[in-house]
């Protein structure tokens, strides 16, 4: 299985802000890169196209409160995967987030998606801290 791993930021906001904004697949609409297509949501899972590449559907699996939300594909995908995000407080008024997506990709799949899955990973780190920080939501 591929590992993609965004950057450990730190997002100046309380880590149940960013557990909150995160639980929510809704939110998620505002953290896609424009290459991403055709979302949809219903709060507890989502699916999308991302251009060139697949149509992708993801679920919740599991949340531990203000720690971790992991996320697995759903739906008719081409490869399975789980996203893992990670929060860790850090005080009253920040966090640290990391993604990190898991990916069952055969030689061929890797070759072409691996740029284009780590480049997603971290878009979506970085909107996140952009997002939460901007004082939007």
Do not use: H
């Not at 950057?7 to 639980?23: A, C, K, M, N, Q």
């Not at 251009?51 to 594909?73: E, F």
């Not at 789980?82 to 640290?96: D, T």
């Amino acid at each position: 299985m591929a590992s993609f791993k965004s950057e450990l930021l730190t997002i100046e906001r309380p880590d149940g802000f960013v557990f909150s904004f995160l639980s929510d697949f809704n939110n998620f609409s505002q953290l896609m890169p424009p290459q991403v297509t055709d979302w949809q949501s219903d709060g507890e899972s989502c699916s999308f196209n991302i251009q060139n590449m697949a149509t992708l559907g993801m679920r919740y699996s599991d949340r531990k409160p203000n720690n971790l939300i992991s996320i697995v594909s759903d739906g008719k995908v081409p490869f399975n995967f789980n996203l893992q995000c990670l929060i860790e407080a850090r005080g009253e008024k920040a966090c640290n987030v990391g993604l990190e997506l898991n990916a069952d990709l055969n030689p061929m799949m890797m070759m072409m998606a691996s740029r284009p899955l780590s480049n997603f990973v971290n878009i979506l780190a970085q909107k996140l801290k952009e997002i939460c920080e901007s004082g939007r939501i």
